[in-house]
Every structure is written in C-alpha cells, then in structure tokens.
C-alpha cells in the first residue's frame, strides 16, 4: 500500500498499443525524479525536514517537487512561467507551496534567463534555501531505476519476444527521463537504443535557428544548455512542430484512447515511425502527463489534425537542413550539443 498519493501518481502504466509499440504512460511524469531526489538530500543529510527546496518551473517540476515536499515534510518555493495555469496554481497553494510567477514574456530564452536570475536573488536573501536544479543535478535520474526495472520485467531481456532489442523513444526535455531509462536499460543489455524528441527552436540539439509558428512545445526542448543532457546517449533524434504533434496526440486518442500531453503525441509520431523502419525491435515511448492541459490548445482542434499516415519526416545529416513539420537525424550518440558532421 502506498503511503502518500505521489508514490501513486509517479507509478507508471505499461499499455501495449501492438505487438511491437508499448506506451509508458505517467499521470505526471516529474514526481519520479522530484520524490527520488528529496528522498536522496534527506538520507545524505544535505536538508532536512522543514528546509525550503527551490526551483524554477514551467509548470510539471513544480508539481512533482511540491507533491515531494509535501510527502516530506518539507517546504517548497517555486520560481513559475506563464504557462503554469489557474488549476496547478490552486494545487500549489493548498499543498503549501509558495509561486512567484514571472511577468508574461515572448521570447522563452528570455524568460528562461529570468527565472534562472530570480532564483539567483532569492538564494542570496535566504541562503539557507536548496535549489534543486532540475535541469543540471544528476540525482533527478535517482527515481528511474525503478521505473527500468519494470520495463525489463515488461518488456523482458529480448524486447518483448522473438528477440530485436529494444527501442526506447521521448521528449529529451531537462534530459533526466530518456537518459536515466537509457543508462539503466543499457546495464545488461546493449540491444536498447535511445530516440530523442524535441521541438524546433530548442538549442539541446542545435536547431535554436528554426522557430516554429505555433509554440515549442512545453517540456522537451529548451533554450539554455541543460547541464543534465547526456548527449552521447542518442541514437536518434526527431524535430516535431506543434502541428504534428498535435495530430500525433489526437491519432493516440482516438485509435488507442491514450488522452496524453502534447509531448507526448510527438513522441507517438516518433516511435510510429521508428516501429515502421525496424519491424523487428519493440518501441516503447514515454507519455509525460495527461491531456487536461492541452484541452483547448490541442483537443478541441482535432478537426485540424492531418492524418499521421500522410506525416514523414524528413531525413537530415546536418542542423542546416532541419525543416518543418518534421525532421529526423541518425546522432549516432555523438559527443557533445552537435553531431561532428553537422
């Protein structure tokens, strides 16, 4: 029995869509990387209950990290964008989680490099805060060690039978998830191989230069260097637009009834394809959160969603030729924020 709601909000499910696709689907993905890591600052003695644990968020983190307070005991202060809406910023209050939320701004570096400078500020008015830098603190991977090992179960030693490994696809974001699930898969096993999704726009990757009309889509991709980014664990990356991934989210709904973040129609896009091109290999994709964000944005346009049979990618060797709605790059776990071919 589980001893607070966050150990059952971070457990995922594993739904098999086809013989050879399987979804990993979380209610909120981040919980696993926020419980795993408090938990870790409390036994090592770096905090201690009552402490105030800080960070900046965009809205999931900041969900995770005060559930993680909240099973804790501890304080939690976060630094918020925009995109945190009317119903977290309820949850947040009740829980006993205190949000400043940064001035509307366009330009997403920008606002990145705001929440990062306000935190700044707030550390040096209260030194005694622990910011727990989601996106460069490698103890976020903690909490995916489990998570591998019920995939492994799942999916067993030869990628769900008769053998062809396994191929693990999702929005690389603050890099924590696909990373961590790819270094502890790969620990007995070396058939696993990693697929990186990110939005255009995002600099992880280098593909800063290509904005898309739409949005980038929250969560995957960033506009500062993310220190928890393992470059050399990709095998494979896909740039998807906002368009595309909606009609990857609206297909995953209605042909599987899997009603998930827009991510997470990206990732769905990604590992169709990825399944397409070797028949013999198990896909797993990650689905990050649930879709009742995305209920406005996304889902009540599903008239707009194009077939996904009718969407390809594009297959580029270089970040110059990256272009909308679709672009797929063989990285070959290289080094490094680029590829040395591009």
């Known amino acids: 029995m589980d001893q607070h709601i966050a150990e059952a909000i971070g ?30 600052l409390l036994d090592t003695g770096v905090v201690r209950p009552g402490d105030t644990l800080l960070d900046s968020s965009s809205g999931i983190y900041a969900y995770a990290l005060a559930l993680a307070c909240h099973r804790h005991g501890m304080r939690c202060h976060i630094v918020g964008s925009t995109t945190v809406d009317r119903t977290l910023c ?52 903690l909490g995916y060690r489990e998570v591998a090992e019920r995939i492994r179960r799942a999916v067993g030693g030869n990628g769900g039978g008769g053998g062809g490994g396994l191929t693990l696809v999702g929005g690389v974001g603050s890099g924590a998830s ?25 600099v992880t990757f280098g593909a800063g230069h290509v904005a898309d009309p739409e949005i980038i889509i929250a969560g995957i991709g960033s506009s500062i260097p993310f220190g928890n980014v393992s470059h ?8 998807i637009s906002f ?3 909606l009609s990857g989210s ?58 996904v049979d009718s969407l390809v990618p594009r ?14 790059m063989d990285w070959n776990r290289a080094l490094g924020e680029v590829p040395p071919y591009a």
């Open 11 to 40: 457990r995922p499910d594993l739904i098999r869509l086809d013989d050879r696709l399987v979804c990993l689907r979380f209610e909120t993905m981040k919980v696993v990387s926020a419980l795993a890591a408090v938990r870790y």
């Open 90 to 141: 309820a949850q947040l209050a009740v829980l006993g989680a205190t949000l400043e939320r940064m001035e509307p701004c366009d330009d997403l570096k920008l606002d990145q490099k705001r929440r990062v400078g306000r935190i700044h500020e707030i550390l040096a008015e209260h030194p005694e805060y622990h910011w727990m830098r989601q996106y460069h603190d490698d103890i976020h991977y």
């Open 178 to 202: 696909t990373g961590a699930l790819a270094r502890y898969l790969r620990e007995d096993r070396a058939d696993v191989e990693l697929v990186g999704v990110q939005p255009f726009g995002s």
């Open 232 to 239: 050399a664990s990709y095998d494979t990356l896909h740039w």
């Open 243 to 245: 368009d595309a991934a």
């Open 250 to 307: 609206v297909d995953l709904l209605r042909r599987h009834a899997v009603f998930a973040g827009l991510s997470t129609g990206a990732g769905y896009l990604a590992a169709r394809w990825e399944r397409a091109r070797a028949p013999e290999r198990t896909v797993l994709f990650i689905a990050a959160d649930t879709g009742h964000r995305y209920v406005d944005s996304v889902y009540a346009r599903h008239h707009e969603a194009a077939p």
């Open 315 to 328: 297959q580029v060797t270089a970040r110059a030729e990256l272009a909308l709605p679709w672009s797929r």
